[in-house]
């Protein structure tokens, strides 16, 4: 059974950074991509970011572009979501997801295993 493990989350100042982590039980080259959603309070969940891992192409949401970046260290089986600047509006639940591939906005496409999701509050 494919687990996805996350670590990471808490609370921060607006403007302060922090770095999410994914770890999969199998190995992320075996997932067609990878990515980030958010759900914010009360909101739907909506993906922010997806990487392939055929050619580590990277898709952000507009909201985090330029602020959060999507990588993955293929020897330890982690995707890793390094969020800078962070806003209020970033504050949510944050999930990680295999996925049968990434659309253009961010979002992986067809999620098939979730992480448990962990809180990011984003406050003064």
């Known amino acids: 059974q494919v687990q996805l493990v996350q670590t990471g989350g808490g609370f921060v100042h607006p403007g302060g950074s922090m770095r999410l982590s994914c770890e999969t039980s199998?190995?992320?080259?075996?997932?067609?991509?990878i990515g980030w959603y958010r759900q914010a309070p009360g909101k739907e969940r909506e993906g922010i970011s997806c990487f392939t891992t055929s050619h580590n192409d990277t898709y952000y949401d507009a909201a985090v572009k330029g602020r959060f970046t999507i990588s993955v260290e293929y020897s330890r089986n982690i995707v890793f979501l390094q969020m800078n600047s962070l806003k209020d509006e970033d504050t949510g639940v944050y999930y990680c997801a295999t996925a049968l591939g990434c659309g253009g906005y961010g979002s992986p496409v067809n999620p098939e295993h979730w992480g448990q999701g962990t809180q990011v509050t984003v406050s003064t």
């Open positions: 199998g190995f992320i080259v075996d997932y067609y991509a």
